[in-house]
Structure formats: C-alpha cells, structure tokens
C-alpha cells in the first residue's frame, strides 16, 4: 500500500524527523492562501499522485507570490500528470501540498528497503540526491553506501555514523543526520514498511537536516496490524481493478499483456505466468483466487479480467486441494453466462473433484477450451489470442 508524500511527512514528523512547514490543499484558492500562511517569500507547490518523477512532469513548481501559487496549482490541476511511472495517460491530481522553501546546502539520497538477498533490511545512502536511485546504482554504483540492519535490534548507532561520515557531510550536521538516520529505520520496522525513502534529504544553509520528500509503501499482509494506516489509503490512486478485487479477498495486480490468469495460489499462478511468456505470449494479470475461494469470488474475478479492455484470452489454472474442482468449474460456468464471455476461454482442472469438474465444463453449452497441462494451456492460450487478433 502506497501513501501520499504530505501523509509520509506526518509521519516523518511524529517520528521527530524535520520536514518543512507545509499546507495541503485541494483547489487554487486553497494552495493561495497555503502561500499567505507561509509567509512566503518563496514556496514550492507540489502534485500529489503515487508517482515518482513529479518534477520532471511539470508537477513541481516554485512559486514567489499567492498569485503565482494560484497559477501552478490551476496548470497543475487542469491535467492528468504524466511521469515515466504513470504511464502515457497520466494520473489526475487532486491533492496539492504547498511547502516554504529551504535554505539548502546539499542534496542527499536516504532510503531503507528489505534486501532479500540477505534477509534483512538495508538503509542506503548516496550523495547523488535529487537523481533517481535506479540511475545512481546503473551508473555510479560506488556512490550507493549500504548497511544491513538487524530488525531485532534497529540501526545501530556506529552503522548510522558511518553513512553520516561516508557521505562527507558538514561536521555541524552530523549528530542530527544520525538521529535522522535511526528515526527513518524505527519508522520502517514499527509501521511494517516495505520502502521508506527521502529523495532528497537535505543539509541546510544553518547545518540543519531536512527531509525535503517523502515516499512510505506499507506491506499489505501487515496492514491488519495498523489500522491507522489504512485510514491513509487513496482508493482513487490505486488501480480500479485491484481495488475491487481486494474488496472480494482476491490478490490482483493488473500487468501489461493480453492473457487475464485466474490461479489459485501465488506459485502457481506465478509459474503458469512464466509458462505463458516462455509459449511466446504475455500475462494481462496476476490473480490467485486462494486455496478456498467460492463460486463467487471466481465469477467476481471474472469480472475483473474481462474488465480489462487488452485480455483477448483467459487461461484458468486450477490445481484442486482444498479448492474443489467441481466449484471451480461452476464459478467458471456462472461467470461466463453472467458476463456474456466474448474471448477464448482455456481451462486446465487437476485435483480433488477434477473429474466432476471436468464433466461440468464439458457437458455445458459454452465453448472452453480444455488443456491436459499446463504447458498445453499456455499454448493453447496463445493461440487464442493469435486468433483473435487475425
């Protein structure tokens, strides 16, 4: 689960890591008068969309008047913002947060996320602020400073100098960069965090450390534990699609192809996605109804991939242990009659009650393509697809 920048800094600020004075605002009146409370002289308005690359789309603006912050905010709103992570159509913004200025000095990359590699979260660090962190390791990998932190015992205070000093900042900065440092990694482990990240960090004209952004994604397996953070949730930031299939207890993530899956368990459907690209074709989603979905959550899922304008086939892999076959396939036969199927439909059973389900597919009046395996399923997928598009 992702949360706003003006939300990320909240928490920044009851963790005590300073960021700058802020207004957040909904229309062009409103970020104007964020301005005046200010008490400018300089003040930056910025869109708030789950996006990275604001900057570069035209979503960040320096302002020096309440007449110029009316202005950015009013160009800022008239259209959807389009950043290299929002794809070509843009994402609408509908929150603006207006900031005062800083003094800055220097800009630094700080961010904390789990190295799975080692098990552990790690806190990196660059002097390449400002820049995307992806960049920074492609290209200068040397200027990425890492230390592993044990989750039982937080970052340690030597780990936290030693970025302090490795990143050559001010002596006079040094002492609130630590304290900075431990307060990112305290909020990363209380809050179930999966990224905490602050691009850029900056020093101050003064010697101070400011966090002039903030990005926080939560783990969402652990969200039942924090229920002040799901009250942070934006459903209109989020895909439609995955939204409506949490709300039914499915796991869902829209990908960019044109073959909807419908697995249950996450292996499987990550395997039966691997088997689709090596048959040549593309994966529209990532859908895992569960070990012990209904009818209707398979014929809500249904719904959910045919709401997909680009799924030109469905493929169902089902491999039936505490999931029954027989329920599978009638949540597939009140689907497709429910949703007036137009695409090719290829169904592979095995499992408990497979031979019932089988029967119920076959004796139906709908036209499914069955498989045998799952490699005969992903060919037999592509293949549709290939015909639909002839």
Known sequence: MKIHEYQAKQLFREAGIPVPQGVVATDPDGVAAGFDELGGPLAVVKAQIHAGGRGKGGGVKLVRSAAEAREAAAAILSKPLVTHQTGPDGQPVKTLLVEAGSDI???????ITLDRSKGKPVLMASTEGGMDIETVAAETPEKILKVAINPDAGLQAWQARTIAYGLGLPAESIKQATKVFTALVDLFLAKDASIVEVNPLVTTKDGGVVALDGKINFDSNALYRHPEIVALRDIDEEDPREAQAAEVGLAYIALDGNIGCLVNGAGLAM???D?????????ANFLDVGGGATAEQVSAAFKIILSDPAVKAILVNIFGGIMKCDVIAEGILAAAS????SVPLVVRLEGTNVERGRELLETSDLDIITA??????A????????????
């Not at 045998?372 to 399923?377: N, V």
């Not at 060919?379 to 002839?390: D, F, L, R």
């Open 275 to 283: 088997t689709i690209q090596a048959a040549g074709g593309s994966p």
């Open 271 to 273: 395997g039966t996605m």
């Open 338 to 341: 429910e949703t007036k199927l």
């Open 379 to 390: 060919a037999k997928a592509v293949e549709a697809t290939q015909g639909a598009a002839a």
């Open 105 to 111: 000095d220097h800009e630094y990359y700080v961010g």
């Open 372 to 377: 045998s395996d799952l490699a005969d399923a």
